[in-house]
């Protein structure tokens, strides 16, 4: 018993050297309190004003794992499901998993191990500046007087912004490895709201510059670590495209399927180049996509775009940005001058008397990517019946009170009545205003998982024609639902791109020319069995 009774205290002892060599050797334990504090902040962890250093740690401990280690374990089960299809694993049976299951599934899946992602805090500059585009890399050294030399080229200014990322900080006196805003005082809050919209997380509505600046740096491990992985995967694609261009098959290509193939996998070719001379090209440039060369310069072959994934998403951005816009300037010439005038006024946008439609549409275009600032009576037309009674019944206003307590009430005297309401209480200002809106954060973020599902038909249609647009005919009521989303999407957030569809251009801008590849070893592969089928009846012949 007393051997038992001593093991037991050694394993708990141990446990705790454990635990305390741990806490000891976490990265939070060598920042400095204010790093504490905004981490805490940006992950809306309360913490007692003023604290002492030991209780910020404790708080960031309690919650690090939850937010850095495993995020994955605050996803609902569509979100867990998603990632899981993201990650090419069967999902068949996933409706009947539990999401205890799904989590385990996500888990070891995940992107990277807790070690990687405890180093990784270590030392922020290393991935920070990875999703930041050129421009914003080059506003970053010019602020700062950081000497590039031309060609400014994104690879190098990636590491002339390393190179000085700490020395500015401590020139400014902030702390560098939980930046500060510091880092981001050449972005715009246009700039801040595009890339979350770029990378697929959600802006906060309403916002201030500091929430956006907390969202982009809370979320940008997590769209690093995407970028790396849809980078790999790219690259491995390029790998098995160029494993299977075969001597034969460059023996089978014409001139102008060489010179056609240098020319969109960035070869240069000298002018008079003879044939025999275009395959050795190709030879040498498959030899050093595959690392055979003795130098194996892959990175130097691969080029910019392969070497360093943020050239490519950077390209992506680009042209996912510009779909997006597309797609949402389309949207908005439908809008009706109230809905117009009501997106501009979520913004704090001014807007002149007397402005005609195409130039509020214009205005509209104009701030896409500008985070709403406040809450509006626009607001209320995409809350439940629920909501909008029971905001109504609270609301201490007597003429909305008996809208509520009307039994037939449309939804269009609901939201009318609420909207009246809350234009009152706006008036009024106080406790009234602040009832108001307190109860609009509450009830639109509970509504977003499932906003429209409840709708009928009528409400559905009678939604999308104060947008100006019209119910295709025949549409079911999933089409419709499909339609309500896509405005309340453009009329909340402005433009927005999913991150499904960077993902996609990203692999688009790091292959580029090279999917080229994979259609010629299609054709190629059925001229070389030509060929091999000709010079082997050419010998028949002869010997015949």
């Not at 018993?1 to 976490?26: C, E, G, H, Q």
Request: charged share 25%; glycine share 6%.
């Amino acid at each position: 018993m007393r051997i038992a009774k001593a093991l037991l205290s050694l394993v708990i002892v141990a446990d705790a050297a454990v635990a305390s060599s741990w806490f000891s050797n976490a990265p939070y334990n060598r920042w400095h309190e204010t790093e504490l504090e905004r981490w805490l902040s940006d992950h809306d962890v309360p913490y007692p004003t003023p604290a002492d250093r030991k209780e910020l740690e404790k708080l960031v401990q309690k919650n690090w794992d939850e937010y850095v280690v495993e995020p994955y374990r605050q996803w609902d089960t569509a979100k867990l499901t998603g990632y899981l299809k993201q990650k090419g694993i069967d999902t068949k049976e996933a409706v009947e998993e539990t999401r205890d299951s799904l989590i385990n599934r996500v888990k070891s899946a995940w992107y990277e191990s807790e070690d990687k992602a405890q180093n990784a805090y270590i030392d922020a500059k290393d991935w920070i500046l990875d999703t930041w585009t050129d421009s914003q890399l080059k506003a970053f050294c010019d602020r700062y007087g950081i000497p590039v030399p031309q060609p400014r080229k994104r690879e190098t200014l990636l590491q002339k912004a390393r190179e000085n990322y700490q020395a500015i900080a401590e020139k400014i006196g902030e702390a560098a490895v939980y930046p500060g805003n510091w880092l981001y005082a050449t972005w715009t809050e246009s700039d801040l709201k595009e890339w979350l919209d770029t990378h697929g997380f959600p802006a906060p509505q309403p916002t201030t510059r500091d929430k956006l600046i907390a969202s982009v740096r809370r979320n940008s491990r997590l769209a690093y670590l995407r970028m790396q992985e849809q980078a790999e995967s790219s690259r491995k694609s390029v790998q098995e495209a160029y494993a299977a261009l075969t001597d034969k098959l460059i023996d089978s290509w014409g001139e102008s399927q060489l010179k056609e193939f240098c020319d969109k996998n960035g070869i240069s070719v000298p002018q008079g180049t003879k044939l025999n001379q275009l395959r050795a090209l190709v030879r040498k440039h498959r030899a050093e996509i595959l690392g055979d060369t003795v130098s194996g310069t892959a990175a130097s072959a691969f080029g910019a775009a392969t070497s360093n994934i943020g050239s490519a998403a950077s390209k992506a951005t680009d042209a996912a940005s510009q779909a997006a816009q597309d797609a949402f300037d389309k949207a908005v010439n439908t809008w009706s001058d109230s809905r117009l005038k009501g997106y501009l006024d979520a913004r704090g946008v001014p807007v002149p008397q007397g402005s005609k439609t195409e130039e509020l549409r214009a205005l509209v275009r104009k701030h896409a990517h500008k985070a709403a600032t406040g809450w509006t009576a626009w607001t209320w037309d995409d809350l439940s019946l629920e909501n909008l009674r029971h905001y109504l019944a609270s609301s201490g206003n007597e003429a909305a009170r008996k809208v509520a307590a009307k039994s037939g009430a449309t939804r269009d005297e609901l939201v009318e009545a609420a909207q009246s309401a809350y234009s009152s209480a706006s008036s009024a200002g106080g406790s009234s205003f602040a009832s108001a809106t307190s109860y609009l954060a509450r009830a639109t973020d509970s509504a977003k998982a499932n906003v429209f599902e409840t709708w009928s038909d009528s409400e559905l249609k009678a939604y999308l024609d104060s947008y100006g647009v019209p119910a295709p005919q025949g549409s079911t009521l999933n089409e419709l639902r499909a339609l309500a989303r896509r405005q309340h999407t453009y009329f909340k957030y402005g433009t927005t791109t999913p991150a499904e569809t960077l993902y996609a251009k990203v692999r688009e801008s790091v292959l580029g020319g090279w999917d080229w590849v994979a259609g010629q070893l299609r054709i190629g592969s059925g001229a070389a069995k030509k060929k091999a089928e000709e010079a082997a009846g050419g010998k028949r012949h002869k010997e015949l």
